[in-house]
């Protein structure tokens, strides 16, 4: 609103502060007041380095700790379970598949700790339950005298070539002791399983570490159940 003034017999007009200005002043007096806060805030990099270390810390604790009770996660490097699972493929186990009262089941692929020599882990698939005589004439596997019907079970030769099934790996009967299982490799003329082993042929219960549930990464990233 303006005022008038009389100076000298003048009329003097004052019209007051123009608003685009007093914007003009308060934009430019916000932006120094922000450059100023910016420059007391500087980054404490100490903080934000321990901040990092911390959440780096607490992920691997929480990756130990499923891969130490829940799950077995492993490298095949061997083709002793082919086609099922080819060599150099990742597999995954779950720990928990037989707590609780369960129990594996003819046909379940298992990892368990090698009876020969516990610090490395195995997988094989169960054919002889506790109990059952197991025994292998001409590549044909015979539980009490019943021949078993293998659809997984494979035969090849050095070359990788695939043959008959042959008597290189008959194994005379023998029935499987409580809490134990009979074992074998799907690629049975490649596979150090219960035919060959010095220790004892059967995987005592107290040594399976879980039943293999998928596998994983082979030529490229490919998931494959396992039933």
């Known amino acids: 609103m303006s005022k008038n003034y009389y ?15 007093t914007q003009v002043v308060d934009s430019l007096e916000s932006t120094a007041y922000k450059k100023k806060k910016k420059k007391k805030e500087k980054i404490d990099f100490k903080k934000e380095f321990l901040s990092w270390a911390w959440l780096l810390v ?11 009770f829940l799950i077995v996660n492993a490298n095949v490097p061997s083709g002793s379970m082919e086609n099922t699972i080819m060599a150099h493929t990742r597999m995954v186990g ?14 379940d692929i298992i990892i368990f700790k090698f009876p020969d020599d516990e610090r490395k882990n195995f997988v094989k698939r169960v ?3 506790p109990g059952e005589r197991v025994k292998i004439e001409d590549g044909i596997v015979y539980i ?14 050095k070359n990788d070539n695939f043959v008959k099934r042959d008597d290189s790996g008959d ?7 409580k809490d134990s299982y009979f074992v074998l490799g799907d690629n049975r003329n490649d596979s150090e399983d219960s035919r060959y082993w010095i220790t004892t042929n059967f995987v005592p219960e107290k040594n399976i570490l879980g039943k ?11 998931f494959k159940a396992l039933s």
């Open 127 to 129: 054919i002889g339950l």
């Open 171 to 177: 194994f005379l009967e023998m029935e499987v002791p």
């Open 94 to 107: 779950w720990r928990w598949s037989y707590s609780f009262g369960g129990e594996p089941e003819r046909g």
């Open 7 to 21: 100076d000298n017999d003048i009329e003097i007009l004052d019209w007051g502060e123009d608003e685009n200005e």
């Open 144 to 157: 009490n005298d019943e021949p078993l019907q293998e659809d997984y079970a494979v035969f090849k030769d």
């Open 212 to 222: 293999a549930i998928f596998t994983y990464w082979h030529n490229g990233i490919e």
């Open 58 to 68: 607490v992920a691997v604790v929480v990756a130990f700790l499923i891969d130490r």
